[in-house]
């Protein structure tokens, strides 16, 4: 809706980690994943799925006795990607750090989502991106009407067979 109406950035929050983030990657131009400074342990739990799809990371709370955990948090997520199959041979997903209190690397990570775009709409890589996701939006769509239309005559049956037997 904010993009028919002519907003030319529309920043999309899910509520944390799991299957609507996923499907939220499947709309959107760019998936950036913000992370708090988590250590070793808690960067494992997260879903490996979540990183996979992700352009970009930023990890929040660069700042105050949070600074020296947001670091070791960036080189353990830089380190963790190096290792993933990326979605696009045109973009390596970057880790970055900043500070909502500060606005540290706040103009970093709008100059980070900048290249990004250049990058894919020169390569042509947006637009095929943007056809897929209608795609697969399109069958999501098919796939749930048609489930849809089959758990109403499941009913409409069941009812039927009910009904006849207790006549």
Excluded at 27 to 34: P, Q
Excluded at 80 to 85: H, I, M, N, Q, T
Excluded at 122 to 136: A, I, V, Y
Excluded at 142 to 158: C, G, K
């Amino acid at each position: 809706m904010c993009e028919a109406a002519g907003f030319d950035v529309c920043l999309v929050e899910t509520v944390g980690v799991g299957q609507s983030e996923t499907m939220v990657a499947d709309m959107v131009d760019m998936f950036v994943l913000m992370v708090p400074p988590a250590g070793g342990d808690e960067i494992q739990g997260l879903k490996k799925g979540i990183v996979e799809i992700s352009d970009l990371v930023v990890v929040n709370k660069n700042d105050g006795d949070l600074e020296n955990a947001a670091r070791e948090a960036v080189a353990e997520y830089t380190s963790a990607l190096k290792y993933l199959r990326h979605s696009t041979p045109f973009w390596i997903p970057k880790v970055t750090s900043v500070s909502s209190k500060t606005n540290k690397g706040v103009n970093n990570v709008w100059d980070i989502i900048l290249e990004y775009f250049n990058i894919m709409k020169n390569s042509d890589e947006l637009q095929k991106r943007r056809g897929n996701q209608r795609k697969l939006w399109m069958w999501r769509q098919i796939t749930s009407e048609l489930l849809n239309r089959y758990d109403i005559y499941i009913h409409f049956f069941r009812n039927l067979v009910f009904n006849k037997e207790s006549c």
